[in-house]
């Protein structure tokens, strides 16, 4: 296969998913039921769905588990989380609170923490400030957040944050989910500069980042490794298993 | 209920159709003869767009790749896992087995590591050695040529070494090393630990026509597109069947047992057709067993008859016993290097540029046999979980942990790619006392006996997965590297993971000369059943630290390469 054809297989795909079969007489109709069942999951799917696996997907995504002002309260969180800054937009930007929402019901455990928590939060407010927490003023929601914000690192700061342990770990939870929702997207990943996940060939660590690790390849492993230029060269060996290409 | 017949008679039945029955369907119907392939899942072709992941973003999952569907999350190519709906198995005194299945076209070759070593010498004859266990009956000589064979047909990338126990093949040049590869290279040197280029079934150069060459994306464990690495379906079943070859795939199609004749013989393989739960069965002049280490076990345990009450080809009592998986441990640790790293695409092939093969001698320690060392690390492309305790390394540096705001962005793009970690993968000894038989109490859907397992480490195994820790720790230091978490205890069993984790299961209907004392002899086929075949992990006398893959092909070719002899003279 060469290098165009790969890249055509990669990038518009070919539909042999019928056509290997053919070649099995007796199992013309498995080949047919997997024509129809490729139909299906290209319609709805788009990642590689078995039809039970989208169906899944299907049934959790009609399903609502938070209700309106809760996720009003997961939105107001996200974006104290991760707010817009210079390189990318904030965890709203990026749709969190409904990759949230979507979490909480493929994997449940995430649910009471989280529903409980923002219940703690809105007791919290009302205690200090007489209102729930997202009709606290801004500075109002940034003194709790900042009691809840760390977690102990030893026994003193323990203590000192007994109060608000339970607001530190739901906290935790909610910092983690907002932080894997955000870094998952096109703009958190292009926040991050990953420039991985499309063909391209591999000859090692670019010179200048050696040079700053103060660390170099060694002739004798080089001469070992994949020289790019023969890659399309068809392998041949002499006896000994020596490569000859 | 009415079982219906295939009307047709194969040469060859084979069951499963990953590294063992692929292997086997292409060499068999190579030299003429017409095969079945009864695989209990659907189709799959890593070419086939509704069901390629590769190349697919995080965002295109709803649970951004989350393991909650796939058991190593959505992108990766294994239709199964640990747990599959339906098809429970059971555990006895206190065992923890874990028993991963593949149900697809290829098996768990869609979605392995690659990792593709050659047994050596001593791996063959460990009996011989440490007095534990048993010798195989054939050794290394016996299988070159078939490892020769294997490595020029499917391709492996590596390096010449001359080490004694780790042969040499025909391999195509591997990558250059990452750059915390680098750094492993250099703690690994100060603690006295060798590091070789890996060896892994990914083309970095073309070996065929057919095959694309790897564009680097880092994820073989999607399977790939343009067949650049080794799965069963793209390298041997497709390329039978474009030869021409006649090769009929029964997919969806669940073995229940093997038939035999008056005389014992096996005349075909009953199945449930899982689209229309019906059985049906399919006759077979030969019966090639291919269905992994313990569904073949527990094929053969089903099967029983008048001529065979214990079950097919079991008059020692031993199918299913000396199941034994690899050893598995594993350490992270924050390399402070790495920290604010310059930004450049380290994808590399899906897996390790580098790693560590056993290097020890066993007289000076207190465990026998060895283990090998796996890399891994680097700036990954993210999925869920990422960004978890984003900022934990901080107090490393004297900074706060946790927060909000724009700092946690900061420190997010600090960390990234900072993290590398290590595996070990050993030998444990097969132990006639670990074993799966079949639950007398409970059938999976479609009415079969299902599995259950009764399976114990020993201190062999803790005492290694000991030495691994203070391998990794000696490592990390030599690296300048953070140790994360702290060294298992013996209480934690040394962070050895339970039996069936590392998923190199192998053992269940083992190979010898006496068949008192084993299930196949050395040409993989049982010992009271001369048209039976087992080519799957099932035959291995012992496991090596090697990943069995490689194994299994080579003995796959080499026992089809015997079953047309033998038909050839009449034998079978």
Same mark, same amino acid.
């Given at each position: ?14 539909? @042999?998913?019928? &056509? !290997? $079969? ?7 109709? %498995?080949?047919?039921?997997? +024509?129809?069942?490729? *139909? ?31 996720? @009003?309260?997961? &939105? !107001? $969180? ?7 800054? %210079?390189?990318?937009?904030? +965890?709203?930007?990026? *749709? ?150 | ?458 201190d062999f195994e803790r005492k290694q997965a000991r030495h691994m820790h203070d391998t990794f720790e000696e490592i990390f230091h030599g690296m300048g590297a953070e140790i994360l978490g702290d060294k298992p205890t013996k209480e934690q069993d040394y962070g050895l993971l339970a039996p069936g984790k590392i998923i190199h299961e192998v053992g269940t209907t083992r190979m010898g000369n006496n068949p008192k004392t084993s299930v196949t002899n050395k ?50």
């Open positions: 296969m060469d290098r165009r054809e790969t890249l055509k297989t990669l990038l518009v795909g070919t539909v @042999a998913g019928g &056509a !290997v $079969l053919t070649g099995a007489a007796a199992c013309k109709k %498995e080949a047919e039921a997997v +024509a129809e069942t490729v *139909e299906e999951i290209v319609e709805g799917g788009g990642y590689g769905r078995t039809p039970k696996e989208q169906a899944h997907d299907k049934k959790l995504q009609a399903e609502t588990y938070f209700n309106a002002h809760e996720m @009003a309260t997961i &939105a !107001v $969180l996200c974006d104290i989380i991760l707010p817009a800054d %210079e390189v990318s937009g904030s +965890a709203t930007d990026a *749709e969190v609170p409904a990759f949230v929402e979507f979490m909480v019901k493929d994997l449940p455990y995430h649910q009471l923490p989280l529903r409980g928590g923002l219940m703690w939060l809105d007791h919290e407010a009302n205690r200090r400030f007489k209102t729930n927490f997202i009709s606290s003023s801004d500075a109002q929601q940034i003194e709790i957040v900042e009691d809840i914000a760390y977690p102990p690192m030893n026994e003193k700061e323990e203590k000192e944050r007994a109060p608000f342990a339970q607001g530190i770990k739901f906290f935790s939870r909610l910092r983690n989910l907002t932080l894997t929702g955000f870094y998952t997207t096109k703009m958190g990943i292009d926040d991050l500069g990953y420039v991985g996940n499309r063909p391209n060939i591999w000859d090692g660590v670019p010179d200048e980042v050696l040079q700053k690790h103060g660390l170099a390849y060694e002739e004798d492993w080089l001469a070992k490794c994949i020289n790019q230029e023969t890659r399309m060269e068809i392998a041949e060996w002499d006896a000994d298993g020596n490569l000859l290409t | 209920m009415q079982i219906i017949e295939q009307p047709k008679v194969y040469d060859a039945v084979v069951i499963g159709s990953g590294a063992g029955g692929g292997m086997a369907a292409k060499r068999l119907s190579e030299q003429g003869l017409h095969v079945a392939i009864v695989e209990a899942g659907p189709f799959f072709d890593p070419k086939n767009p509704a069901q390629q992941t590769q190349m697919k973003w995080p965002w295109e999952s709803p649970r951004r790749g989350a393991s909650s569907v796939r058991a190593f999350g959505d992108f990766d190519m294994a239709y199964g896992g640990w747990e599959i709906e339906g098809e429970p198995y059971t555990q006895k005194d206190g065992s923890e087995f874990a028993w991963f299945r593949s149900r697809m076209l290829g098996g768990r070759t869609n979605h392995w590591g690659r990792i593709s070593l050659r047994f050596g010498p001593k791996d063959f004859k460990r009996k011989s050695i440490d007095g534990l266990g048993d010798d195989w009956p054939i050794s290394y000589e016996d299988v070159k040529p078939y490892y020769d064979k294997v490595d020029k047909l499917i391709g492996v990338f590596g390096s010449k070494e001359n080490l004694p126990n780790e042969p040499d093949g025909f391999f195509l040049p591997p990558p250059k090393p990452r750059l915390h590869e680098l750094y492993y290279i250099k703690g690994a040197r100060k603690a006295g630990v060798p590091v070789i280029p890996s060896r892994l079934s990914i083309l970095t150069k073309a070996i065929s026509k057919d095959r694309g060459v790897c564009f680097y994306c880092k994820q073989c464990s999607r399977s790939c597109s343009v067949y650049a690495d080794f799965s069963s379906g793209s390298c041997l079943i497709f390329p039978a069947q474009k030869a021409g070859n006649q090769i009929d795939l029964f997919v969806n199609a669940m073995a229940r047992e093997i038939v035999v004749n008056d005389e014992g013989k096996a005349t075909a393989v009953s199945y449930i057709n899982k689209e229309d739960r019906k059985e049906y069965t399919i006759r077979g002049k030969v019966i090639v067993l291919a269905a992994s280490a313990c569904s073949s076990a527990r094929i053969l345990l089903n099967s029983k008859s008048k001529q065979h009450p214990n079950g097919l080809g079991n008059g020692s009592d031993l199918i299913g016993h000396y199941l034994h998986d690899s050893t598995g441990s594993s350490r992270m640790a924050f390399v402070p290097q790495l920290v604010d790293r310059a930004r450049y695409n380290e994808d590399g092939v899906g897996g390790m540029h580098i790693y560590t093969p056993w290097w020890l001698d066993n007289k000076k320690l207190d465990f026998p046999r060895g283990y090998h060392i796996e890399i891994w690390g680097g700036m990954g492309m993210p999925s869920y979980g990422f960004g978890f305790n984003v900022n934990a390394m901080n107090k490393y540096l004297g900074l706060k942990v946790g927060g909000y705001g724009e700092q946690l962005k900061k420190d997010a793009r600090k960390f990234y790619g900072a993290f590398m970690g290590v595996s070990g993968r050993g030998e444990s000894v097969a132990m006639k006392d670990s074993y799966c038989e079949i639950d007398p109490n409970m059938v999976d859907e479609f009415g079969i006996p299902v599995l259950r397992f009764h399976y114990k480490w020993t040409f993989n086929q049982l010992h009271e059943v001369d048209n039976v075949f087992v080519v799957d992990g099932g035959p291995f006398v012992s496991q090596a630290d090697k990943n069995p893959t490689w194994t299994i092909m080579a003995l796959a070719w080499r026992a089809s390469d015997y079953i047309v002899e033998e038909l050839k003279k009449m034998n079978i």
